[in-house]
């Protein structure tokens, strides 16, 4: 009995192992689950991200096949484009080749009709003194037959007549030869005329007159005056006959100012009230257009007319180097201590120059000096430039007929010019300067107290133009509109435009300033007016 219930009780304690067991097992059940979804929901988003790297590995490998196979077009066309340019480089090569050889060709031409033509002008030569010699030879000798033979018979002076009339016809025959070659001959020399004497009288070439006179001597010895033209006028001047020098002028670069110009705080103070006063409105100013750009020249010259111009040249080297050397000392002695007296002189310059028939081509066989020339030339045409502009500006008269617009317009448009003029001359002051002391050049016309100054007033002048016609224009509009403030608001601008410029106003501009100012505040406090006038009428009608 015990037995049993020992296995039964061994039975009981395995039952109750195996319920344990199986109790912890169920726990686990849901945990495992949990973990097989996490997994089975792993696998799943690998596989999608694999396929769709998948796809993304597709179209990069078409987009790459796309792209090499384009780039291999494109390297088929540079090879076809790099073919093509070599094509037209060689072509080009042979072309300039083609050319050279027939410059070549032309200057040959050139060369051997020059020493046939010289040839003929020898052989011309020594014909013509042949036949003065014989001739001379030949008046003695009839002198003396004649009065040997004064009693012939005359059968034999008629046979003297026949023998000499081809004589005669002869001589006769060889005249029109003479006068082709002397057509086919090249033009005579040219002899240069004397530049017009300097206001300072020994301002240009004081330091070689001698070597002056001494070209002058060889120009008169190797070039003949031609008979029209006078000789004084013709030859350069000699230090043996100077001419009579006038009496010094006053110095124009520098003129004294005729009023005192002075900085005016009430011109600032006032464009400053009326543009903050005015900062609301959108008063767009018209902006100018760039200057277009210069066209480039075309340096291939016609084909036909080539020869012709090489044998020009040619000849202008060859007959006209005394006058060409001449030109030379006269340029290399040149100094001046007023730039009055270099714009006659380059004017002169330029006119004995445009005697040949190319310039540039014929001064490279000579030493030319062209940085000289270059800033001489620089020198008078900027200070021509300059005089011009102050000539427009101060001989500006406002028409009252005119539209006030138009002539407002027209002087902003001379106040710009002025105002780049005296920028670029500015900018590019300092290395001119040190070209043009350099070369014996004056600069003093360049600096603050010459043809700045100058500048300077004109604008001054001009805004009291400005100011007196916008003033005018108010007189005549009335009524305190938008016009009204327009038109000051453009006095003021402009006004403070110039008196920042200038440095400040005279007497006559400063008084035509507080005019306009006094207007001005006429006409706002009239504006003032007809709007509370406008607002009372609006509130009385609402009630």
């Known amino acids: 009995m015990v037995e049993e219930l020992r ?101 040959n031409d050139e060369l051997s009709a020059s020493q046939r ?59 029109p030869a003479e006068s082709t070659l002397c057509n086919v001959k090249s033009r ?75 900085r005016v705080p009430e011109v600032v103070e006032f464009y400053h009230s009326l543009m903050r006063r005015d900062s609301r409105r959108d008063l767009g100013s018209g902006v100018m257009d760039p200057p277009s750009t210069a066209k480039a020249r075309d340096m291939i010259g016609e084909i036909e007319n080539r020869s012709a111009h090489l044998l020009a ?21 040149a100094s001046f201590t007023n730039i009055e007296d270099v714009v006659p002189f380059v004017k002169w310059l330029d006119d004995e120059l445009s005697y040949l028939v190319d310039e540039r081509a014929v001064l490279k066989h000579f030493q030319w000096p062209e940085q000289k020339a270059d800033a001489l030339r620089e020198a008078a045409f900027g200070y021509c430039d300059f005089k011009k502009l102050e000539s427009e500006a101060s001989s500006f008269r406002g028409d009252a007929r005119q539209p006030c617009a138009s002539a407002l317009k027209k002087m902003q448009a001379l106040l710009e010019k002025l105002e780049h003029g005296i920028y670029n001359l500015s900018r590019l002051r300092e290395s001119a300067t040190k070209r043009y002391k350099a070369f014996q050049i004056p600069v003093e016309w360049m600096l603050d107290t010459g043809i700045v100054s100058q500048i300077k007033l004109v604008c001054i ?33 402009f006004a403070f435009r110039v008196h920042q410029f200038a440095g400040g106003f005279d007497v006559e501009t400063m008084k035509a300033f507080q005019e306009m100012r006094d207007k001005a505040s006429s006409c706002h406090v009239e504006c003032q007016n007809q709007q509370h006038k406008y607002v009372g009428c609006s509130r009385a009608t609402t009630c």
């Open 461 to 493: 002048k001009l805004a009291l133009k400005y100011m007196k016609r916008v003033s005018a224009e108010l007189e005549t509009v009335g009524g305190g509109g938008p016009e009204e403030e327009e038109l000051i608001v453009q006095g003021v601008r």
């Open 188 to 262: 005579i020399p040219r002899v240069p005329k004397p530049p017009k004497p300097s206001s300072s009288p020994y301002s240009f070439a004081t330091t070689s007159s001698s070597s002056s006179t001494g070209s002058s001597g060889d120009v008169e010895k190797a070039i003949p005056a031609p008979p029209p033209v006078p000789t004084k006028q013709m030859l350069p001047p000699s230090k043996s006959a100077p001419p009579p020098p006038p009496p010094p002028p006053p110095p124009k670069g520098k003129k004294p100012m005729p009023a005192k110009v002075r």
């Open 117 to 175: 033509f010289q040839g003929l002008m020898e052989v011309s030569e020594k014909s013509n003194l042949i036949r003065n010699l014989k001739r001379a030879t030949r008046c003695p000798d009839a002198v003396v037959n004649q009065h040997n033979h004064k009693v012939e018979q005359p059968e034999a002076k008629n046979d003297e007549v026949v023998t000499e009339g081809p004589r005669h016809s002869r001589c006769d025959s060889e005249e």
């Open 313 to 333: 040249i040619k000849t202008d080297v060859e007959t006209q180097g005394d006058f060409i050397r001449f030109l030379i000392k006269k340029v290399e002695n």
């Open 7 to 107: 296995d039964r009780e061994a039975r009981l304690k395995t039952d109750l192992l195996e319920h344990k067991l199986l109790k912890e097992s169920v726990a686990i059940v849901p945990m495992l689950e949990n973990e097989i979804s996490t997994k089975d929901a792993e696998v799943e988003r690998a596989s999608k991200r694999i396929l769709f790297l998948e796809a993304e590995n597709e179209r990069l490998r078409v987009e790459m096949e796309e792209v090499t196979q384009s780039f291999e077009e494109q390297r088929r066309e540079g090879q076809e484009r790099i073919k093509a340019m070599e094509g037209e480089i060689t072509e080009l090569k042979k072309m300039a080749l083609d050319r050279s050889r027939m410059e070549l060709i032309l200057e």
